[in-house]
């Protein structure tokens, strides 16, 4: 599997990176989307090895945290993307840089359902620091959690 981008680096190449380059995303089963406002959206089902409590059948809590992780820097990086220059390229650079610096998860509820919808927005984009607030729901549209996610972008 190439490392490198190939074409122009849009939010729907991202989405596709995120999807299928980051073999984390891969075996959790993400996938990824924008609303009609160009917010980004990812999508998962429960899978057996998803759940954190046995007798309850809920999500575990380190799922919940990665897929509100997950969303913010997809959300981050697609954020970023519109600050760059096409012309300069430079996407690939960046998103080798990223990572994650802070993360809060409050639990709202326990994560009953089967299929969970992660959203975000960016609070701000810095040179070197971006800031997005994330959310968790079920198929019932129950908020299960929110987070908000630090990143290091520069």
């Known amino acids: 599997m190439s490392t490198t981008v190939e074409g122009p680096m849009t939010p729907q190449t991202v989405a596709r990176i995120f999807a299928e380059k980051i073999p984390f995303n891969r075996e959790l089963g ?3 989307e924008f609303d009609d406002d160009g917010r980004p959206i990812l999508h998962f ?3 057996p090895e998803m759940v954190g409590n046995f ?3 809920n ?4 799922v919940i945290s990665s897929c509100l992780d997950v969303i913010g820097g997809f959300a981050a990086f697609c954020a970023l993307l519109e600050k760059l220059d096409p012309a300069e390229g430079g996407a690939d650079e960046v998103f080798g840089r990223m990572g994650t610096i802070d993360l809060r ?3 709202l509820r326990a994560g009953y359902g089967r299929d ?3 959203t975000a927005y960016v609070l701000r984009v810095g040179r ?3 800031v997005t607030r994330m959310e968790l729901h079920n198929e ?3 908020l299960i959690a929110v987070g908000t996610g630090a990143y290091i972008v520069g």
């Open 45 to 47: 089902q429960k899978k």
């Open 59 to 62: 999500l575990h809590g380190g």
């Open 116 to 118: 969970f919808r992660a």
């Open 55 to 57: 007798v309850r059948g």
């Open 30 to 32: 993400f996938e990824f």
């Open 105 to 107: 998860v409050d639990y």
């Open 140 to 142: 019932n549209s129950e």
């Open 128 to 130: 070197k620091v971006a």
